[in-house]
Every structure is written in C-alpha cells, then in structure tokens.
C-alpha cells in the first residue's frame, strides 16, 4: 500500500495507459481563500472499482469533476497540473466529448432527470449527441433491460420512489457507454435495502460492460466488500491508497472521517489486520473459527 | 396546495381528441382562435364557443375545463362591462367583446389541458425553436411542481420555529414571506446549480439541432380531421366576412 | 407472529404520557392513506427510534407531534394537549424539529440572527434572546461565524447550525429527521453526543432514521413502520436482535447482531465494539 504524504510521491501503475491519469492536479475555486485540491497525484487503470471517502469538504466532490471535466469547464478557478482520461486532456477536450467516456452520476436524483418520461429522460444524452432515433431507442431499450426499469419507460418523474429515480439516472448516464462510471454518494438518500439493491446493480454493470467505477461513499458496510481500492482524501491531499482491507488497518483512518464499519472495528481490536482483515460479520466469524480450529 | 401542484401534473388522457396529433390539435385550437379574433356577430361566436365545449366533451376534460372557465367567464363579465361603461352607446360591440374574449380563451384552453408538456415540446422541436428555448420550457414545467414541493417542506420547517402565517396585520404577513421566500430562491438555485452540471454531464449542447426519441407523424385520422379543418376553416372565414349575422 | 409490545412500557413509572397517539389515521388531501390506527405513549426521557423504509410514514407521523400536520381520525396529545385544538408554532415551543434539509429553512443576514428568529418567534425576553444565542453559538463551535452568513457557511456546519437553533430554545421533546445522512464519522459521534446529553435532562428525544448502525449502539425504544403502520414496538435487542423482524420492515441488521447470532450468543446482543470484544474472550 502506498501512503502519500502531500502527494509526494506517485503511486505509478502507470504501465500500459492508465484510464485514468492525474499528476499534481491543484485547484482553488474562484474567489476561494485555500485550493480544495493539492498536488493530487492518481492513476487508475481499467476495470478497477475505487472508493474514495474522506471528511465532508475534503475534496472528493472536486476531484470527481475534474475527471469529468465539469472542472475546469463549468467552474472557474486556478487549475494546474495535468488529467488524462482515457488519453484525453480533460481541459483541452469539450465537455461533450468527455461525457461518450465519463458518465457522472450525481447525489440527488431529482435534479437529473428532466424530461417528462423515463425514456425520454434516459436517451436525453444521446439526443444531445444528435444520434439517429433508431440507435437511441435501441440504447434506451438495451439499457432498460440491464437494469431491470422496462415497467417505468413511460411514468412521469413525480410517479418514481427515490430508489426509481437513482436507477433512471444512472440509466441516463450507462447509455452513453462510458469506459468510467462516476457516482457521487449514490445511496445518501435512500434506505438500506434499495441501497444494497443499487450496490449489487452497479456490480452486475461493471461485470457485463467492463467498466471503470469510481464511487463516493460513507457506508463502508455496503460498498467496502466489492471494491478493489479505496483512497482516502484529507484537506484536498491524496493521504491514503490501497486496498480496502490494507487502508482500514490503519489505527488513524478513522480521524479522516471514514465510518469505520462495526464489524471491522471490532476486527482490529482483536489484532487482525491487512489482508487477514474481515470486512463484514461473515467474514470475520469465518476467519475467527479458522483460529480457534488451529 | 397540493392540488395546485397536480394540476400542473397532468393526466394523460385517451379520448379521440388526445390521439390526434398534437399539431392538429394546435390547428384546431389556432383556426378556433382566429376566427373568433375576426367575427363580429355575437350569435357566430357563441356557436364557435359551443363548438369549442363539444370538443371538450369529447375529449372528456369537462371538469377542468370548467375550473379554469369559471375565472375566464369572471374576465368576460369584467370586459364586457369596462367596455360598455365606456361607449354606453353600443351595446352590441360591448357583448361582441366580452364573448370573444371568452372564445379566444376557451380555445387556447383547450389546446393546453389536451396536450402534455411532453406533445408541447414536440412541437416545438418540429417548429424548429431554438434547443435552449425548449430546454427552458421543459426545466420550468418539470421543475415549478417541485419548487411548489419545497416551498410547502419551507413553510412547514418555519412553522416548526414558531413563525405563525395565519396571524398578524398585513405588514406582519408580508414580512412573514422573507423566511419562505430566501431559502426557496436558495433552494431554487442550487437546483439549476445541480441541472446545469448534469446537463453538461451528458453532452448538452454539442449538436446544433439535438435529434429526439420521439418523432411526431400524423395518422389517417390526422389527414382526415386536417380536411375537415381546413374546410370548416374556410367556411369561418367566409361566414365572418361575407355573412351578416347579429 | 410479530407482537407490537414486546418490552414493559414506562419501566421507570412515570404517571403521565408525554406523547400519546390513539387510534391516529391520517390521509393526504388526495386521497392516499398515510398512517393507519396509530397507537402508542411515549414517557419522560425515553430514546425513541422510528425506522422502516422511504414511504412507509415515518415523517408524516413525527409531523403530528408538533402539530404540522392532525390526525383525519383519532387523538394526538403532546403534554396532555389534544393538538388539533392548538397550531403547529404554539406546540413548537414545547417540540423541537431538526429536519433533514438545512437548506430549507436558513434564511437570515447572520448567524446569530438565525438563532434568535425562533426565540423571538416564541417570545422570549430580549436578555434571555442574547444569553441563548450566545449559549447556542458556544456550545456548537459556532461563535466565529456569529456575524457572518448562514449561507457561507459548509454543509456540515449548517446541520450543526440547525440543530444549535432548535436546542436554543430549549423544547421538551427533541426530534431528530434522518440526522446522519451524508455526515462524516466525526460529525455521527457530536450527534451521539448531543443525544445523550439531551437525554440526561430527563426530556425526549425522537430519531427518525434508517441508519441502525448508528442507533445501535443508543438502544432506544425502537418502532418499525412499513407501509403506514407501526408493525413492531419493543427494546432495540429484541427488534433489531431479530432479523426476521426487522427485514419484514425493509431494514437491515446491525453488524454486531449479524455477527451476535452468526456466533450462536444468546441475547442480550453486544452493544458496541468493546462489549464485542470482551464476550468473545470470554470475559
């Protein structure tokens, strides 16, 4: 595992391309005191699935949107160093070349759905790109079928519960296709069930499509399982990069904000730890008889 | 309130009238529209009222369109009588107005409570409007119902902090609307703030022309109620014109 | 069968209900049916935790504690008073409600000022006005931003803004409206904190929630609602001790339970991390 202190050092997976490249990305919004990001150093190859928590306002937010390009595109500010997605300088590349490559899913579905009807809603992208209407409703309809929302096609926005609404957006986003799927705090406004419902769905996408999934999320008990990395960030730095079970071994990960899940807590006070470390109460009984056997 | 917010809800209706294209639909409404604009016999704009109400019927909204005919009749009546204080000596032009007002009215009214805001922009689209005009119409008809929403959330959470909106003198009440009114605008705010990063997420604006899953094309009943219209059109026309009726 | 009582109601005796729901049913102007035949008493320093999924009414009941919304059957008594006969600022005073969103009630040119609006609104004197905003600025870490606007301030410190505004003016029975989302670690411990404390004045305090990790370890008096009603009532141990209980009302069970019932442990199940660990060696 790779501890970065102030992004000192690189974590150079950069072998063949990496998907994702950021070297010593800064960035202070405009008519802000403190840049919120500093020297962000990360590269992210393909098919990985990466968390990334930290303190509310530590910059997670931020860095999302710089690989999406809404930074420095939509909002202004002081911008330095360099973020390659997918071979493309994201600040010399238009937004609407970045969205065939970077889906972004937001926190609040209410305020991604515009249209009048799930359908329309969902290949409003692809109108945007000007396609043929035969290849939208194809896509529409292929992306209905992945994620099981064929009954909605045609209800009104008003007419969809939360966990609806977060589907239908993250339709619009998978039916560009990206290679990157971005979602921001995707579960914060729903109940756990749904919740572990929309987790086991983006799984199965990753699985069928191959894609790359970066997620921004507190509850560590339903996302820590299935993801391959997880990078804390504090104060705009990249302070921590690894695998799940090597960055929550850390006695200090809980004062950058992680909610360290119960079960896991209860783990590490019981001396386990790195790749030895439970991440859930199946896991860590499993690894507790596997003791008392020997 | 909440019903305020469902009527901007609409229902999507499946009576004959809803099937038909929406342009027609437009067509009909226009022709009612100028005809009424253009008569000046009482008894020819009284029938193209009764007409309009039969298409109501057919289309089955007459609740409604009831509801919203109580305020249009209340402006007539107001027209009608501003008119003939100020030229007492002609009754009939006096009338004419009021009940063309209701006329021009009703059909405008018919057109908007038989088409969804989805059919609305549809023909906009197929008028070729500008995409940033009809993006602004669609974010406004998706989005007042959910303001309306969050204002109801505002009054309820200042109502927790002792703040009564039924008491105290008009001033009072007035002042009242400051802790409602502040976070709205907020609120309001920070949803396009959120509108605008996501439609530049999926690609607004990299085309000129946006193209659309839906795509409106008429049907045989189409050209045939297109006929009658155009008949019925010319017909109107003449009567107004070369007809001399009261 | 699911019993709704499973723990002894009012254990410490205390004579008069503070809450009291009888046969509450409450429909929405359109029609759809919200609450169904609502019973149950809620007694001095009681922790309350409503849970159950989005939809299944859990915000619509906690509104007619203070009175924003009234039953369309039934009686709701907050202190004895039927609150249909009084408005929802009146019983305010006495039923403070922190609600989710900050966004929808900040509004004032400065922070202070925010503060004081409700205490103003309830009509407390100017010098108690000072004292309690100067006490709520304190106690909320708040006193740098006295004078500068609520707007400017982050998300996390409008939350504790809002819930420094609702303890200014010092109500009776404290509720909270999903407290926890999107809160960091840091932020889900000052709110246990802030509980407890609460609670140490013998008053109430309501969660509405479905974060049971959280709640857990605060085993409240813990209500399940699915679709309208109130399905289970009883300790946190025997509710969410109970899988099959709990995951009829959509709702998860706690790491510990799992792990609890997983390593075959009679109940009472370990409330936090350290009783844990204490059971598992034995002591």
Redesign the interface.
């Known amino acids: 595992m790779e501890i970065i202190d102030h992004g000192s050092f690189g974590n150079d997976k950069t072998g063949p391309e990496s998907l994702i490249d950021i070297r010593n990305l800064t960035f202070k919004y405009f008519g802000s005191k403190d840049p919120v990001l500093e020297n962000v150093n990360l590269q992210i190859a393909q098919n990985e699935i990466v968390l990334i928590v ?4 530590s910059g997670k937010s931020t860095l999302l ?1 710089a690989i ?3 930074i420095p ?2 909002h202004n500010g002081d911008y330095s160093g360099d973020v390659m997605v997918d071979g493309l300088s994201i600040p010399r590349t ?3 070349q970045i ?2 490559r ?3 899913v ?1 926190q ?1 579905p ?8 799930v ?2 809603d969902i ?11 035969e290849i ?2 194809q896509r ?1 309809d292929w992306v209905m079928d992945i994620l099981n929302i064929r009954d909605l096609a045609l209800k ?3 007419e969809l ?3 609806q609404k977060q589907k239908v957006a993250i339709a ?2 998978l039916v ?1 296709r990206p290679k990157i799927l971005i979602l921001d ?1 995707p579960t ?7 919740a ?1 419902e929309l987790v086991q769905l983006v799984l199965k996408v990753r699985e069928e499509l191959g894609m790359t999934i970066l997620i921004v999320e ?1 509850r560590l ?1 339903l996302v820590a399982k299935i993801c391959d990395r997880m990078i804390v960030i504090d104060n705009g730095h990249l302070i921590l990069d690894g695998t799940p079970r090597e960055v929550l071994s850390r006695a200090d990960v ?1 004062s950058f ?7 896991v ?2 783990a590490k ?2 001396g386990l730890s790195g790749n030895d470390l439970p991440l ?3 896991e ?2 499993a690894r ?1 008889s596997f003791k008392a056997v020997q | 309130m909440q019903w305020i917010a469902s009527g901007f809800l609409f229902v999507r209706g499946n009576t004959p009238y809803h099937r038909l294209d929406p342009r027609v639909r437009l067509a009909v409404s226009l022709c009612i529209f100028t005809v009424s604009l253009l008569s000046q016999s009482i008894l020819f704009l009284s029938a193209l009222i009764v007409l309009t109400i039969s298409i109501v019927a057919v289309a089955k909204i007459i609740k409604r369109f009831a509801r919203s005919m109580i305020f249009t009749a209340a402006i007539s009546l107001i027209a009608f009588v501003l008119n003939f204080y100020y030229s007492p000596g002609s009754p009939h032009q006096a009338v004419v107005f009021g009940v063309r007002l209701f006329a021009v009215i009703s059909s405008t009214s018919l057109f908007f409570l038989t088409t969804t805001p989805d059919e609305l922009e549809q023909v906009m689209k197929w008028f070729r409007l500008p995409p940033d005009f009809i993006m602004i119409f669609v974010v406004a008809v998706r989005f007042v119902p959910v303001l309306m929403l969050d204002a109801l959330q505002i009054m309820d959470a200042q109502r927790a902090r002792g703040l009564e909106f039924d008491k105290g003198s008009f001033v009072k009440r007035l002042r009242n609307t400051i802790p409602v009114l502040v976070p709205l605008i907020a609120v309001a705010l920070n949803r396009s703030l959120d509108l605008a990063e996501a439609m530049d997420s999926r690609a607004y604006g990299a085309v000129r022309n946006p193209t659309s899953l839906y795509k409106l094309s008429f049907q045989k009943r189409d050209y045939v109620v297109s006929l009658i219209l155009g008949v019925g059109f010319a017909i109107g026309i003449y009567v107004t014109f070369f007809v001399p009726l009261i | 069968m699911i019993s709704k009582d499973m723990f002894t109601v009012n254990p410490e005796g205390f004579s008069n209900p503070v809450v009291e729901f009888e046969r509450v049913d409450f429909s929405h102007s359109n029609g759809t049916i919200a609450l169904r035949d609502i019973n149950f008493q809620i007694y001095p320093s009681e922790l309350v935790a409503i849970l159950g999924t989005n939809g299944a009414g859990k915000s619509t009941l906690v509104r007619h504690i203070n009175g924003l919304l009234k039953p369309t059957h039934g009686k709701v008594r907050v202190f004895g008073e039927d609150t249909s006969s009084t408005t929802a600022a009146t019983l305010s005073k006495r039923v403070g409600i922190v609600f989710q969103n900050p966004n929808n009630q900040l509004f004032a040119q400065t922070v202070s000022k925010e503060i004081e609006f409700a205490l103003k609104n309830f009509g407390f004197g100017d010098d108690l006005v000072r004292e309690r905003v100067r006490w709520a600025l304190d106690s909320f870490s708040l006193s740098q931003y006295s004078e500068r606007s609520p707007m400017e301030l982050s998300g996390g410190e409008k939350k504790r803004l809002c819930i420094a505004l609702v303890l200014a003016w010092n109500p009776d029975i404290l509720i909270l409206d999903e407290p926890t989302v999107g809160q960091d670690s840091e932020q889900k411990e000052n709110l246990s904190l802030i509980i407890r404390q609460f609670l140490d004045q013998k008053k109430n305090v309501i969660l509405v929630t479905h974060d049971v990790e959280f709640i857990w370890p605060l085993q409240p008096r813990t209500m399940l609602m699915s679709g309208g009603s109130i399905i289970v009532d009883g300790s946190s141990q025997e509710v969410l001790g109970n899988p099959r209980v709990s995951q009829s009302a959509r709702i998860t069970v706690p790491q510990l339970v799992d792990f609890s019932i997983r390593s075959g442990w009679q109940m009472p199940f370990p409330v936090s991390t350290e009783e844990a660990n204490a059971r598992i060696h034995g002591t």
């Open positions: 930290g303190h509310s306002g949107r999406n390009g809404l595109h939509q238009k937004m609407s969205a065939l970077v889906g972004y937001f609040n209410e305020n991604q759905i515009f249209m009048f009807s359908e329309r290949g409003f992208g692809l109108e945007n790109l000007g396609l043929p209407r939208i409703r529409v009104a926005p008003h519960s939360d966990g619009g986003v560009m705090e914060s406004l729903l109940d756990p069930f749904t572990s507190h008990d809980q904000g992680v909610t360290v899940p119960a079960v807590k209860l006070g019981l859930d109460p199946e860590l009984k507790l």
